[in-house]
């Protein structure tokens, strides 16, 4: 007579775990590596949107996007452009952020501290369309920006050109989203805060230790793991950003110096319908986000085996 075999606690956690994995791992399949797949093979082929018929042309998308004028601007430009806007967005909202979550933390009444964390986290419940239509009335010649422009500059009636000019357009774009998206950090910063235990720091104020010295020495790294999911998670939504660029531009603002990789992908995919340089440029988004997120995991590890 065959015996029932017998599983351990863990092998019964483990095919449990796994039954319950299963539903995530199709969604990924379906949703994210077959596009991914199906895109990479794309990208070799002149595919159109009204049309079935396709050929391979090998690499010739790829040298076309980054030569060509390709009915915008070639994908150089859009990678300029998209870099000029992760570095001036990235840096300073996860530094702010940060600076914002420990000052909140400071505050000795919770009542204080979840009103102006609903304040700070108020502009990420908002779409991006409807942050980037607000901040255009307040970019606009006569808005609230040249107002206050112009009383911190003692000048009078200028119209800074926040909407026109390629400089301040740019400035423009990353303004919006860091009113947006600061918020949302704010709060992971301060999850990752709440989870260091207070012990240490009354160890730390026995010692003599000052508050300067406890951030440096004590929260920042303890805080490693939260910065690293942070500041990846920040990058990579500055990468893929758009909603912000093509509001804009729909508003009348010029094309060039805010033609991100991701608005480029839109206007030759589906405005000219070109299927195939549009996957070349997806292909060449996703590289460069597998790139940025390789190194900040080498440096905060690097950072880590330093420390210790």
């Known amino acids: 007579m065959k015996k029932n075999k017998v599983y351990s606690i863990e092998q019964q956690q483990a095919r449990w775990g796994f039954l319950f994995t299963v539903p995530c791992l199709i969604f990924f399949a379906v949703f994210s590596f ?37 009915g915008g601007f070639p994908l150089s430009n859009s990678i300029r452009a998209t870099l000029i806007f992760t570095i001036g967005t990235f840096i300073p909202m996860i530094i702010m952020s940060l600076i914002i979550a420990t000052f909140l933390m400071q505050l000795r009444r919770d009542k204080y501290r979840g009103f102006f964390q609903l304040m700070y986290y108020m502009p990420a419940v908002l779409s991006s369309v409807v942050a980037a239509a607000i901040w255009m009335i307040i970019f606009d010649p006569r808005g609230l920006m040249n107002q206050v422009s112009n009383f911190i500059m003692r000048s009078s009636g200028v119209d800074y050109n926040w909407l026109v000019d390629p400089v301040m357009l740019q400035v423009s774009t990353i303004i919006i989203y860091f009113w947006k998206y600061i918020g949302y950090f704010v709060i992971l910063f301060i999850t990752g805060l709440a989870a260091i235990p207070s012990t240490i720091y009354e160890a730390a104020t026995v010692d003599g230790s000052s ?45 060039a110096p805010i033609d991100v990789i991701t608005m480029n992908i839109y206007f030759t995919g589906i405005r000219n319908g070109r299927l195939g340089r549009a996957s070349a440029m997806s292909l060449v988004l996703f590289v460069i986000m597998l790139v940025f997120t390789y190194l900040q995991l ?11």
């Open 34 to 70: 077959y596009p991914i797949i199906y895109a990479f093979q794309t990208s070799f082929t002149d595919r159109q949107v009204l049309s079935r018929n396709y050929d391979y042309v090998g690499l010739e998308n790829y040298v076309y996007i980054f030569t060509k004028n390709n």
């Open 211 to 255: 508050r300067w010295h406890t951030f440096w020495k004590i929260t920042l790294p303890l805080l490693k793991p939260t910065t690293a999911m942070v500041s990846i998670m920040a990058m990579l939504q500055c990468l893929k950003t758009f909603s912000t660029q093509f509001m804009l531009y729909q508003g009348g603002s010029p094309r």
């Open 298 to 308: 080498v440096a905060n590890r690097s950072s880590e085996d330093v420390e210790y």
